[in-house]
């Protein structure tokens, strides 16, 4: 079976200010060819992706020169926290109080560092670091690739991928006024895009999800109550799932899964296959920086 590839949106820097936005979150959906528009920011046609389930497990890779593999795994679950355990439901009108019904668990494993699934042996959902070798373009900060089914938008694998090197100065720390890119600003809007969310509208633009980004800033490292209202929607609070944090297919730290066919997301390698109606599709997110920002950046091959 043939899977698609594609990227979906990028985020690009950008000079913005931070006054609060209306609640108007977007979701990403099915509906691979959704282009969005200041008319349309959000899709309303496709089915929206979610998890089926009320946890999932995810694992780092490895570490970097400049993030240890103990402070990335850290600054991971610090960040998929705020998106779960931390937010609030009742910040978004007509929700009760609580917590979204999903919880992210970072495991002490390792993983496979190609962003792939793997339809017929093992999984990791995973983050990889890339000091060199970056296998995108440069101006490419970090690519969610997310792979669900056609029909249902059931997610069945999340990874991440981080440009770690040497022209991408990362930070753990305080950026505020300095030439370095917040590493939990990074971490926060892609597990955003994981968890099944897509970018917010452009009038929102103190949100976690907001598609434009520039050294310095720090102001995406915290859901904003419009993140929290569509984490939240995905995600209800007391929906009635079971907690497995077992990836789709088994658990498989490396790539390939251990078995003999696998379907590998590369972000930028982008392959259009027909498969049937109820086969999966990979769809990645990019995460751009580029000097001159203003600007979104599509891409998209055969």
Known sequence: MMVRFFPVAAMVLGVMSLSRGAEAFCRTTTNADFVATTAKPCDDVGTPLAWPGACVGMVVANGSKQV?????????????DLWTTAAECSVCTGMPAGHPSMKVTVGT??????????QESGNSNTVSYFD???????NVLALTTVTYSKTSGQIFD???EVNSGPSIPLTV???TGLKV????????????????????QLANTDATM????EQGQSFMRTPAPDDICGICTVYP????????PTPHGGYSSVCGGGGATSTSGGGCHCDVGLGHDEGPVTMTTTFVLTLLGAAWIRRRKK
């Not at 494993?109 to 793997?118: L, M, S, V």
Request: charged share 15%; net charge negative; glycine share 10%.
């Open 237 to 244: 609070v007391g929906r009635s799932a079971t907690c497995d």
């Open 173 to 175: 720390g305080d950026p």
């Open 181 to 200: 890119y917040d590493l939990l600003s990074i971490l926060a809007h892609e597990s955003g895009h994981v968890l099944g969310l897509s970018h917010t």
């Open 109 to 118: 494993a390792g993983g496979c560092t190609a962003a792939e699934y793997n």
């Open 210 to 213: 907001y598609p434009k980004y």
């Open 158 to 160: 999340a990874d991440i």
């Open 132 to 138: 060199t070798g970056w296998p995108h373009a440069n």
């Open 68 to 80: 240890d593999l103990a402070t990335a795994r850290s600054v991971l679950q610090q960040e998929l």
